[in-house]
């Protein structure tokens, strides 16, 4: 009777050996991804299954989101954390400063290939383009988001997170920048933007096109960026506890300078004009740019149109007033590339020279 106990016994414990040498063997082949998520309509929750307005974004905290998509484990060792719960319209540069840190801290570490953040698609663009100027890594950094809660019919958060997660840990996708991955499709963090209020097609980049995307389970690229991004760029947030303050003022028929000496008495250092056209200003605003300039503020001239370069001394006179013009970034990412040359220099010529390279 004892020997047979003992028999079984170590039966047992050979058994429960190879099985966890062969669970250790499962989780070496797959990647690891850490995702960090920050609130949004990814973790949004509605009434009904057909509310897809007016339902309550980020409140579904991360390891629901992870444990919602039980296939995360079949293609990468998954883990969370939570690093805010906001929807993305009150995001803050702290939260931005938060998150570019402990990014850069995880891609340090050798057991992470890559990162994955939700977060809410109103401000993903600037998150995503802010990341790319600060992360310090050539693993893959993938933004995703939803357009549907997850408690909709035909709700995108799922397959969006589980294909961000593939990107994510894939081979592919180093040395690309931070991407933006929703609705099958790979973009560049800088070159992207939302287009469309409420559909799920809603992430473009109008002129320039998508990076890649992905055909069933695989991430399939055409193109690579060829601007200055994440190890290749001069900016560093890792010391930093506060971003300079860039205004963005709206051009608009009628409008003089109001905006501008809000900005200026707000105690901005840039402001980023969103002008008409190719960066239009239009001669009631110029007192209150001549003021801004007077007190050393960097002015951007981006436009309203959000696609398309802007012309240097095309429709106003950059070289004579000082102005930095935008290339064909738009006024939102216009303003966090400011930001973050203002950390570095206030040469208006070096600062523009930034804009030609980032
Ligand atoms: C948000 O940006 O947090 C709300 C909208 C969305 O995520 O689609």
Redesign the pocket.
């Known amino acids: 009777m004892g020997k047979r106990y003992l028999k079984i016994l170590a039966f047992v414990c050979v058994f429960l050996m190879a099985m966890q040498v062969a669970l250790a063997a499962q989780a070496a082949d797959k990647p690891n991804v850490k995702i960090l998520a920050t ?4 973790a ?1 929750a509605g009434v009904t299954s057909t509310t897809t307005v007016g339902y309550t ?2 409140v579904t905290p991360v390891d629901k989101l992870i444990s919602n998509v039980p296939e995360l484990s079949q293609v990468a060792n998954v883990s969370g954390e939570q690093v805010s719960q ?5 995001m803050t540069m702290e939260i931005w400063l938060k998150l570019a840190k402990r990014v850069n801290q995880l891609l340090d570490q050798h057991d992470v290939d890559g990162v994955v953040i939700t ?6 663009e600037e998150t995503a383009y802010f990341l790319n100027l600060v992360v310090k890594s050539d693993k893959p950094v993938v933004l995703v ?3 549907r809660p997850g408690t909709a019919m035909s709700a995108d958060g799922p397959l969006n997170l589980y294909r961000s997660v593939i990107l994510a840990g894939s081979k592919e996708a180093k040395g690309k920048g931070v991407m933006v991955m929703l609705n099958d499709t790979i973009h560049s963090g800088r070159d992207v933007t939302k287009t469309i209020t409420d559909r799920v097609d809603t992430f473009k980049a109008p002129e320039i096109g998508p990076l890649g995307f992905f055909t069933g389970d695989k991430p399939v690229f055409y193109r690579e960026p060829l601007r200055k991004h994440t190890r290749h760029t001069e900016f560093n947030v890792m010391d930093l506890t506060a971003l300079p303050r860039v205004d963005i003022v709206y051009h608009y028929a009628g409008n003089a300078g109001t905006m501008i000496e809000a900005a200026i008495n707000a105690g901005a250092k840039g402001i980023v004009h969103a002008g008409t056209g190719n960066g239009s200003i239009a001669k009631a605003e110029y007192p209150a740019i001549e003021q801004a300039l007077a007190q050393g503020i960097v002015v951007v001239r981006s436009a309203r149109v959000g696609n398309g370069i802007i012309a240097r001394n095309g429709e106003a006179n950059d070289d004579k007033y000082g102005f930095v013009a935008s290339d064909n970034l738009n006024p939102q990412k216009a303003r966090i590339l400011l930001m973050l040359a203002l950390t570095k220099t206030n040469d208006v010529k070096e600062i523009q020279q930034m804009f030609w390279e980032y």
């Open positions: 609130g949004g309509t990814i949004g974004a980020a906001v929807a993305s319209e009150s977060h809410g698609t109103d401000t993903l988001g939803s357009m």
